[in-house]
Nanobody, 128 residues
């Protein structure tokens, strides 16, 4: 039984930083794809960052490149999203996602949230 549990969201002022965590259980972080997605009410879920666990390759939405960093700690079974220089437009519910191999590619998966089998419940990020 795979479980993904996000934490670390909150309210922060523009320019601030947050680190989101996604604790996993029942899932092998050393293979497959993992990612962070976000969604505003009434909008489609969009890819923020993805990682191909086997190769370590990553992909980022243009809007977050240079500000966000996705990483994983296999020993802790945890995926992270370091978010710096936050902007009001980053405000959204952030979701962690995972999918077993084959990953195909982090960039390929970035715009395909429907291709991920497992999802967390989300953590809210508000930037003002």
């Amino acid at each position: 039984h795979v479980q993904l549990v996000e934490s670390g969201g909150g309210s922060v002022q523009e320019g601030g930083s947050l680190t989101l965590s996604c604790a996993t259980s029942g899932y092998d972080l050393t293979s497959g794809c993992m990612g962070w997605f976000r969604q505003d009410p009434g909008k489609e879920r969009e890819g923020v960052a993805t990682v191909s666990s086997a190769s370590g390759s990553t992909a980022y939405a243009d809007s977050v490149k240079g500000r966000f960093t996705i990483s994983q700690d296999n020993a802790k079974s945890t995926l992270y999203l370091q978010m710096n220089s936050l902007k009001p437009e980053d405000t959204a519910m952030y979701y962690c996602a995972a999918d077993p191999p084959p990953c195909i590619g982090a960039l390929y998966r970035l715009n395909r949230p429907g291709s991920f089998a497992y999802w967390g419940q989300g953590t809210q990020v508000t930037v003002s």
